[in-house]
Each structure stands twice: as C-alpha cells, then as structure tokens.
C-alpha cells in the first residue's frame, strides 16, 4: 500500500498540515522540522510527485450543507458567483459540491476530480484534514484555519463599527443575535460585539445574547430569540443580528409586537443582501463585497508564493431607516 500524508504524519509526530506544507516547502515550519519530515517521506517511500501543482484545470467548490439554501442566506450564491467569474477568467471550470457531517467527503471528491478546492463557510475541522491529505491546492473563503489560505472579510471590525453605532445613538440596553458559534466569521462577530461594550465600559449581559443553533429554520429560531428579548422585564432598544436575514425576521416581530422602528428599537444586520435595501424600514448593515471575495480566493489559490496566505476585505457600515429613523 502506497504511503499517504497522514501515514508520514503518525510516523513524524505533526499535523497533516505541517506534512503537506514541508513537502510543499512552503513558509512557516523550521528547517528542523521540514528535514525531519522530508526524511520520514523517504523512509515510507513517499511519492512527492503527488504534491506536484500542475495547471488547475477543474475546481470544486465545497459548501456545507448548513449554507447550501441560497434562497434564505444567499451570502454564498454572491461567494460562488464571485468564484464562477474568477474561473471563467482563467479557463477553469468549477463544480459546486454541498456536504455534510454524514457523506463520504473524499469518495465525493475524487467523483469531481478537481485539481483544487475552495471551501466556503463553515466545514468541520476533520474534514479540512482530509482536505489537506489530498494534496490539492486548498483556499478557505470565508473561514480560517491554521495552515490555510484564507480570504475573509473583517467581521470583528464591522461588529464593532455597528455596536458603537447603536452606542452614539445613546441605546442603553443592546442585544446580540447570534448564529453557531463553531463558525469563524460568526464568533467573530460576537467578539467584535462584546469587544464594543467592554471598551464602552459597559458591563456584558448574557440575557441580552441569544446563540442560534445549526439546522433549524432560520426566519423561526430568529422569531422566537426575538419574542424571548421581548419578554424580559428590561427589554433591549437596540439588536445587532450577525446576518441580514436575522435582522430581517427579528423586524418583523417587533413590528407584530407593535414597536415603531427605530424610535423603540434600532436594528443592524450584516451582509448586505438585496432585501435589506427593500425592506421597511430598509435596515442597517455592514456592506460586504461578497463577490470580491469568491474572486480573491480563486486569485489566492492560484498563487505560486505569496507573500501573505491570509487576506481580509474591508466592511462598511451602511446606515438606513432602522436606526437612523426618516
């Protein structure tokens, strides 16, 4: 049986990471460590020739299942056109690949027969290490692990730039909605938000943060964390939702509940997606290039050496009725 990169892994002592990027002789490992490897790749009678980067011609672009409803969050479907165009720039053709914890990620793969991958969103971290034994060029968008390309966005920054927004504003009371915090762009943004009150001086109330959990409808666990806010004997004026569609679910229940926005309660979102601008009142968020990002991941994974493996785009808070009134 011909020696994989998880063999040379056990037999080294390191990561799956730290094997691919020594045989790569990429950056980031010590001359020590990198002979080391090198030696054990011997030893096992590794062919280096299967870490060899050819001309990429095919693409898979992995999403997680938890993202694949592009009609309720089409964050993604704006990553993946970003990454279409990037392809089609390049004469590469991509295919889009939805997985969850239960498929066998590597037979669906090697169904693709990419030359590299590009994986979006959230993925469990046992599936990356697969990724990597592999021995194709990987790019996360959106998502950020040791070791990787990455291209994300600067959640914690927009984070912060919406919650001292609802703070000039002079709100009092300020929540959070959350999604799964096992997201890297998610708990980026909890952080960013829990960053803005502690630099406030403003002490952090868990009863004013509510996590949403992973595979449940979105617009329903949104509703009912908002009827949950609602019900305390201090209710919030002011709920900063970590996505659009959040703040978009959360407004409708205020609105049932009877609350004028934004006199009675201001509401941000983040993303930026078409319905925010159509809403009533049209809602305020952090813009996000999202296309841009498909784009410069395609771009990272292409290049030979780069000086930085890691990218992250800029955000804008944009300020609409749902704060800032008529």
Known sequence: MRATI?????????????????????????????????????????????????????????????????????????????????????????????????????????????????????????????LTETGKPVVLIDLWAPGFRSVNIDNLGGALAATRHLMDLGRQRLAFISGPLSHYSIAQRALGYRQALFEAGRLFDPRLEITLQPGQELHLQAAAAMQTLLQTGQPPDAIFCYNDATALAVMSVCQARGLRIPEDIAIVGFDNIDSSTSATPPLTTLAVDKEMLGRMGIKLLLEDAPSNTEMMLPVELIQRASTLGN
């Open 6 to 130: 998880r063999d040379i892994a056990l037999a080294a002592n390191v990561s799956i990471g730290t094997v691919s990027r020594a045989l790569k002789k990429q950056s980031g490992l010590t001359e020590q460590t990198r002979i080391h490897v090198q030696k054990i790749a011997t030893q096992l009678g590794y062919n280096e020739s299967n870490l060899r980067q050819g001309k990429i011609r095919r693409l898979t672009f992995l999403l997680h299942r938890q993202h694949n409803n592009f009609v309720a969050s089409p964050f993604f479907s704006h990553v993946l056109h970003g990454v279409e165009t990037a392809c089609r720039e390049r004469s590469i053709v991509p295919t889009v690949l939805s997985i969850g914890p239960a498929d066998n990620v590597m037979d669906q793969i090697r169904l693709h027969e990419p030359d590299a991958l590009a994986v979006a969103g959230f993925m469990e971290p046992e599936v990356l290490e697969w």
